[in-house]
Structure formats: C-alpha cells, structure tokens
C-alpha cells in the first residue's frame, strides 16, 4: 500500500494539480486513438453518443493514471523525474488522490456503457483494472517485461472506441490494438537508451537496470520487427486501404533502420554524442505512431467519398 510519511498542509492544493493527477499526455493519446478507433468502425454514432463515447473513455483514462499516482507515490518521491507530482510533493493528498480515482472509473464506466453499450463498458472497466492493479501493482515492480505487458492498457483506447460504435470485436480492432502494444516497448526502451533515470533507486526493474544497456538495445530492434506484421496486416482490412499501406510500408521501413542502428551502436560512441541516433529514433517513434492513425482516419474519409478501401 502507498505510503507518504508527510504531508504538508499548508501547501494547498490548486485546480492544475488535480489536472496533473489524471495524466493529461497521457490522456491525450489515450483520445486521439479511441476517436480514431470509433471513426473508422462501419457503424456511426450520433454526434451526441460519439461526443459522449470519447469524453467518458478519457476520464477512464484519467480514473487509471490518478490510481497509478496514489499507489506509486513512494516510488515517485525518490526519483527525480516524479518526485514534483503532486502526492509526492505534498499538493494531494494519497486518499484524495484514491477517492478521485476510483470515483472517476465508476463513473466512465458505468456512463459508457449507458451512453454506447455494456461491452465498451466492460472493456473500458477492464482497461483501468489492467492499468492500475496488473501493470501498477504487479508488474511494474515485479519484471523488466514490465512496460511490455502494461502497454496493453494503452493499447485499448481504440479498441474501445470500436466496440463503443459496433458492439463487436473484430479484426480491425485487434490489429489497432496490436499496433500500439507492440510499439510501446521500442519506443519507450529508445528513451530508456538516453534518460538518466533512477529506476535502480526507487527499486523498479526496467529492463536498462536489469539485463544492461546492449540487451536493452538488441530488444528495441526485435520488438520493431515483431511490430512490422502486424501494422502491415492493417492495411489490408477494413479499415486499410492503398494510402494506408503505403504510409506504412514508408513508416516501418524508416522505424527499422532506426532500431537497426541502435542495435548495432556503441554505447561508448552513444554516450559520446549524446545519444543522437537513439532521441532520433524515439522522436520518430511518436510520429510513426501517429502517422499511423492519421492513415486510417484518411481511408475512412476516402471511403465515406467512395474513393477509399480496397
């Protein structure tokens, strides 16, 4: 259980606080890819439900991260990097942090499934469940395969926002969710590679702490290439299309010479630059990804036109 041993009163709490609590970058992509998710699905909502769909699926996204900051504040009080959130820095306290948390999932998920239909609702309870007990209270301390198998919790926003249009679960949707879970590991280990972190002090195994900097280097290159089929495979579906593939055939081949020259850099030779090629690499990973989703709302439009699809 979260334990902070201080908390200073007088530091009182202001509105961007509560903000920060609910990871709003995080909660950005989280939106982003449930509206794409939701737009290119065969069914279309009423702008009212769609509206809804996507407002209710980011305060579960919201619910998640204040649950990830109460029960990692004590990590996040000894790393630099987390040690001004607000728990940490004594603005919220644990319980407020906890209340809001779990209000915020009650409430998207229940109003989700009123909104849209039940199984959105559970897929989203599902999410927060994954996010805050299995990836927060379970794996993030217990593996350096930790980031691999918690990136499934960002990977459902789309998948969501399918099911919240068609009621189903279908290829398409698997395939936007494979996308994103399989490029979370690269894209995150490529920061890894040039982030002083102190992962080792606050006792969490990442895999740059754990097995060293050269396997961290050689996982970046494989994950890549286990990513590659299943973002091609897109674009042969429903949701792909000639724009979509070709986007993608560019996108994966630059993504692959970046991990490749991870893979094969000196660490030394890294460090002495400062670590260009890896920022490089995981710069372009954020465009890779929303590039991506770009091209899938881009066959929906040409498709809605008669212009798109296969």
Known sequence: MTDIRSFDD?????????????????????VFTALVGLMVAPVHLHPVEAFSAILFIALG???SGALNMWWDADIDAIMRRTKGRPIPAGRVQPGEALAIGLALSGISVVMLALATNVLAGALLAFTIFFYAVVYSMWLKRATPQNIVIGGAAGAFPPMIGWVAATGS??????????????WTPPHFW???????????????PMLTETHGRKITRAHVWWYTVALVPFALAAGF????????LAASVLLNAEFLRGAWRIWRRDET????DGY???????RFS???????????????????SGMGGW
Request: aromatic letters at 14%; one cysteine or more.
């Open 61 to 63: 996204g919201g619910a």
């Open 169 to 182: 679960i279908s290829v398409e949707a698997c395939l936007m969710f494979m996308l994103i879970f399989m």
């Open 237 to 244: 579906t429903s949701i792909g299309g000639p724009v979509y």
């Open 286 to 304: 954020l465009i890779y990804l929303f590039l991506h989703f770009v091209a899938f709302l881009v066959e929906a439009v040409l498709r809605a």
């Open 190 to 204: 490529a920061l890894a590679l040039f982030m002083k972190s102190d992962y080792g002090d606050a006792k969490v």
């Open 269 to 272: 030779a890294a460090e002495a």
């Open 276 to 282: 260009k090629v890896e920022k490089a690499v995981f």
């Open 10 to 30: 007088s530091n009182e709490a202001r509105f961007g606080d509560y903000v920060q609590l609910l990871k709003p970058r995080v909660m950005s992509l989280v």
